[in-house]
């Protein structure tokens, strides 16, 4: 019961730091790595949490990331939260994020949903943190679609009419942030890139190049075919295997904190990786 990928609403998830790691608790999860996007502000409340269910709370984030004019996740597990190279990195990366939705939010006006700026900004516990999930509930909340995923299908996802594209930190820059803060760096979710076989096993190639670890191979945004194509270009480019359930809401996602599968047998579990030193307990 180890899960390397959640979120809490100090990002775009909906519960607190406290609140999910009670959650992760009582569902058995014995480790969890908080993985908010772009701040490390829920690690300390979460830390203190974790200790008094026993639990291993992994210090992580996820950093946005413009490669190839896609958007892109990469992990960083087991940071020293202090690091100021990591620090400074994610507040630049931070800096556009208020701009975006507002642009977001004029988009909607003009397709006659107002007043969507305002609501996400209310939905947004960290107000620097705003983001298309907050647009999405707020959305669903307003009667305008029926569920998050239709928010994404209809306007908010990328190359549909309210995504306003973004340029975030540059691949190599996100996985230095990582490695100077002593943690390991995971490609998230590569599934989700719309990427053919050949480009996915560049971009993991590329990662590896530049000092990245490991591949999420378990997620919830991947399917069976899916989790077989990246075990297999996981082995091939020299990846650690990596499984997270990218929880954000109770209500948003087939897949619970800590519901997930075994890896493939021929993956190498990342939590087996010698800089992975929080998880050495569990080994």
């Not at 772009?38 to 026993?54: F, I, Y």
């Not at 928010?151 to 990328?158: K, N, Q, S």
């Not at 990582?178 to 053919?196: N, S």
């Amino acid at each position: 019961m180890i899960d390397l990928h959640s979120h809490s609403n100090r990002s775009d998830g909906a519960l607190s730091p406290s609140a999910l790691v009670q959650r992760a608790a009582a569902r058995g999860v014995r480790a969890l790595a908080l993985t908010d996007h772009d701040t490390l502000d829920g690690l300390a409340e979460a830390s203190t949490v974790a200790r008094q269910h026993s639990l291993v709370l992994v210090a992580g984030v996820e950093v946005s990331v413009t490669w190839s004019g896609r958007t892109l996740h990469v992990i960083g597990l087991d940071i020293d939260p202090e690091a100021p190279v990591l620090r400074a990195g994610l507040s630049a990366v931070r800096s556009g994020r208020v701009a975006r939705a507002q642009a977001i939010g004029a988009r909607l006006e003009r397709l006659g949903i107002p007043g969507a700026f305002d609501g996400a900004i209310t939905l947004a516990t960290n107000r620097d943190m705003v983001g298309r999930a907050h647009f999405a509930r707020h959305m669903v909340a307003a009667g305008v679609v029926k569920d998050m995923g239709s928010a994404f299908r209809r306007y908010l996802g990328e190359g549909k009419s309210a995504f306003v594209r973004h340029t975030w930190a540059e691949l190599q820059q996100a996985v230095d942030w990582i490695r100077a803060a002593g943690g390991v760096a995971v490609l998230a979710h590569p599934g989700r890139y719309g990427l053919r076989a050949a480009r996915l096993r560049a971009l993991m190639t590329e990662f590896r190049t530049l000092g990245g670890v490991a591949v999420e191979v378990l997620c919830a945004s991947h399917g069976p075919d899916q989790v077989q194509l990246i075990s297999q270009l996981a082995n091939e480019c020299g990846l650690f295997a990596s499984a997270g359930s990218d929880f954000h809401c109770p209500d948003e996602s087939w897949l619970d904190v800590g519901q997930l599968a075994h890896l493939p047998a021929c993956c190498e579990p990342v939590w087996r990786h010698p800089n992975l030193r929080a998880l050495a307990a569990l080994q």
